[in-house]
């Protein structure tokens, strides 16, 4: 801890803090990458300064992590916040899905760890990614509770590799999408044992198929990690299980087949690994138990997909919510002047529930956009991600339920050919860079609040904590 540091070390500590809080206190009066006008133009000047402030932060992290090398806790919910080690832990994470595949691979496995040394290098501090292939190529389950070892090993290397650059993993357990198997895998399954299937919703309903996703969550949970030994359901490293990419049942549109699975998974995860979080993975579309909610879904035919924001994260077992933003999936394709306003609606809206009706926080799991959108140009996508972590950090001010955000998605240079439109290659992209890297700092800065009055006392913490809540942010 601090006090085994030596005064020369202490010293280099308090003055690159200070450094820091001159910089902030003076970088807001300049820049304007946060001010509150729709234009939202990232400035050379904020930048040069942004550059500062990272470059200090990221030498007094990593002199901090030096020395708390030993903590590397489970992350827990206390209230409506994360926590890690009793302290705040606010979420500036990112997506990309195909790191089991490419860990399966010699001679692509190296782009895993470059991911991850570039996410965290713009302080990228947790990954949403798959485990699950069900039944495709390089599955890892290739037939119901038959398992590639090799394609395990390959998740067991992301794992490990994720824990050496201190990102923390959401691991979702399989698909509604026929991406990677899925649901309609686990039908196909089904059908090929001889049971009378008629709809891949009967995935969520189906008894042995239950048993089949059962048997799933079971073997990934007591996987034990070949290269570090650790048990999954044991490793600090995972912070979350996902029950399932997005899930939908537009075959019940009343909600309660969804709901009825939504109970028993939950519960079943929990009754294996009472240690680590769950969510459930949805879009966060409002359904039938709250009518007057809806209004605010991207649009009408979202309140019949089987799904019910408020209702299913009520299940028992599920420990914070989940929502994805995708006006040009949802409203149109052609980027519009209504996009921007829908992020923030949409947004405060699920804080509002979260705070409200769940008393859980909400991680925003999945947004972007894609440069294949008529209208898609690189500012406005820094322009969303802005507009993201702006309503992000106003909630987080307040001590409310926003706990962070994924971007979708991040990826290392040469993996175009997997780029779906959403890709967002760091290197490639200074702008959008600089914004993840500010919204890092920031929350950085949220969540070092108690081990500052831990290290520091009473006095030093509310320093802080004028800084940040009576600055504009
Ligand atoms: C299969 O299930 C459907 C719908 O549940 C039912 O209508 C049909 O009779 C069943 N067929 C057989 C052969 O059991
Ligand atoms: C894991 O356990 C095996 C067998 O007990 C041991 O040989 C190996 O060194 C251990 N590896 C690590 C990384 O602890
Ligand atoms: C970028 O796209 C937005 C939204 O389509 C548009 O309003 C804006 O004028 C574009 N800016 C440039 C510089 O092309
Ligand atoms: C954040 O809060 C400020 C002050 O209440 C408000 O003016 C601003 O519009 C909010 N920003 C977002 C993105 O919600």
């Given at each position: ?16 803090v200070?450094?820091i809080?001159?910089?902030i ?29 990272t470059?200090?932060i990221s030498?007094y992290v990593s002199?901090m992590e030096?020395?708390e090398?030993?903590e590397w806790e489970?992350v827990q919910k206390k209230?409506?916040q994360f926590v890690v080690n009793d302290e705040p832990f606010y979420v500036n994470g ?26 965290a290098?713009?302080g990228l501090t947790v ?39 201190k990102i923390r ?70 912070f ?121 926080p909400?991680v ?25 972590y702006?309503?992000i950090l106003?909630s987080t001010r307040?001590g409310?339920?926003g706990a962070g955000s ?31 890297s500010l919204q890092s700092t920031r929350l950085a800065l949220f969540n070092s609040r108690c081990s500052w009055k831990c290290h520091?006392?009473?006095?030093k913490k509310?320093?802080l904590e004028?800084l940040i809540y009576?600055?504009?942010l």
């Amino acid at each position: 801890m601090i006090s085994s540091m030596d005064p020369h070390k202490r010293f280099g500590l308090l003055r690159i803090v200070s450094f820091i809080l001159f910089l902030i206190l003076t970088k807001d009066l300049s820049c304007s990458a946060f001010a509150d006008s729709e234009q939202e133009i990232i400035e050379d000047e904020c930048e040069a300064v942004h550059n500062q402030i990272t470059d200090s932060i990221s030498t007094y992290v990593s002199e901090m992590e030096e020395v708390e090398e030993e903590e590397w806790e489970m992350v827990q919910k206390k209230g409506n916040q994360f926590v890690v080690n009793d302290e705040p832990f606010y979420v500036n994470g990112f997506n990309t899905y195909w790191l089991m595949v490419f860990a399966a691979d010699e001679s692509t496995r190296g782009k895993v760890s470059e991911v991850f040394k570039q996410a965290a290098s713009v302080g990228l501090t947790v990954c949403r990614t798959w485990a699950f292939n069900d039944g495709q190529w390089r599955a890892l389950q290739k037939s119901p509770s038959v398992y590639d070892e090799q394609v395990f090993k390959a998740l067991d290397f992301v794992v490990s590799e994720a824990r050496k650059y201190k990102i923390r993993l959401i691991l979702s357990l399989t698909n509604n999408w026929e991406a990677y198997g899925g649901k309609a895998q686990y039908v196909k399954w089904g059908k090929a044992a001889g049971l009378n299937l008629t709809s891949d919703d009967d995935f969520f309903s189906h008894p042995t198929l239950r048993t089949y996703y059962k048997a799933h969550v079971k073997t990934v949970l007591n996987r034990v990690n070949t290269f570090t030994n650790i048990t999954y359901k044991n490793d600090p490293t995972i912070f979350a299980w996902e029950l399932m990419n997005e899930p939908r049942c537009t075959s019940d549109p009343t909600g309660d087949k969804l709901q009825d699975w939504i109970q028993d998974m939950a519960v079943y995860v929990k009754s294996i690994d009472p240690k680590h979080l769950v969510e459930i993975g949805l879009e966060g579309f409002y359904g039938p138990s709250t009518p007057q909610r809806v209004q605010f879904n991207p649009n009408t035919y979202a309140q019949q997909v089987g799904t019910d924001f408020i209702r299913n994260h009520q299940a028992l077992g599920v420990d914070f919510a989940s929502v994805h933003i995708y006006p040009d999936s949802w409203i149109s394709q052609a980027i519009s002047d209504t996009h921007l306003p829908f992020v923030t609606s949409w947004m405060e809206a699920h804080i509002e529930d979260a705070e409200k009706y769940l008393g859980m926080p909400v991680v925003f799991a999945e947004f972007g956009v894609s440069a294949k959108d008529p209208g898609y140009n690189s500012t406005y996508r820094d322009n969303l991600i802005n507009r993201v972590y702006k309503t992000i950090l106003n909630s987080t001010r307040k001590g409310g339920s926003g706990a962070g955000s994924l971007v979708w998605q991040v990826f290392p240079d040469g993996t175009d050919y997997m780029d779906d439109g959403y890709a967002i290659v760091l290197s490639k992209s200074t702008s959008t860079s600089s914004i993840i890297s500010l919204q890092s700092t920031r929350l950085a800065l949220f969540n070092s609040r108690c081990s500052w009055k831990c290290h520091w006392g009473c006095k030093k913490k509310k320093q802080l904590e004028k800084l940040i809540y009576y600055d504009e942010l």
